[in-house]
């Protein structure tokens, strides 16, 4: 019904930025909340970022202004620019999507395949 697919994942060194995409595709009326979320080896999907529909914005305490998100409703996208990298911030970065499927007053959440980030020190 709906996709999600990341890029922009990669290998990079510490200190270094990363610019995550999401693009969202399908059978989409309406796309609500975005989120990104990461998992490190070995420990639970962690939410790094959210962005509500409006553009409101939150951030877990790990990026520490260092993560910025955004989205573009056109592209039915959504952004993480990482900047000043740290080793603890590698793990597989996951976008989620709350989407208002066509003919319902339902929201369902979309996961994408996951994009790895490594960044080495």
């Known amino acids: 019904q709906v996709q999600l697919v990341e890029s922009g994942g990669g290998l990079v060194q510490s200190g270094g930025s990363l610019r995550l995409s999401c693009t969202a595709s399908?059978?989409?009326?309406?796309?609500?909340?975005l989120g990104w979320f990461r998992q490190a080896p070995g420990l639970q999907r962690v939410l790094v970022a959210h962005?509500?529909?409006?553009?409101?914005?939150r951030y877990n305490d790990s990026g520490g202004g260092r993560f910025i998100i955004s989205r573009d409703n056109d592209k039915k996208s959504a952004y993480l620019q990482m900047n000043n990298l740290k080793a603890e911030d590698t793990g597989v970065y996951y976008c989620l999507a709350n989407v208002r499927l066509p003919g319902t007053f339902e929201s369902q959440n979309f996961w994408g395949q996951g994009i790895q980030v490594t960044v080495a020190e």
């Open positions: 399908g059978s989409i009326d309406i796309l609500n909340d």
């Open positions: 962005i509500t529909s409006g553009g409101g914005t």
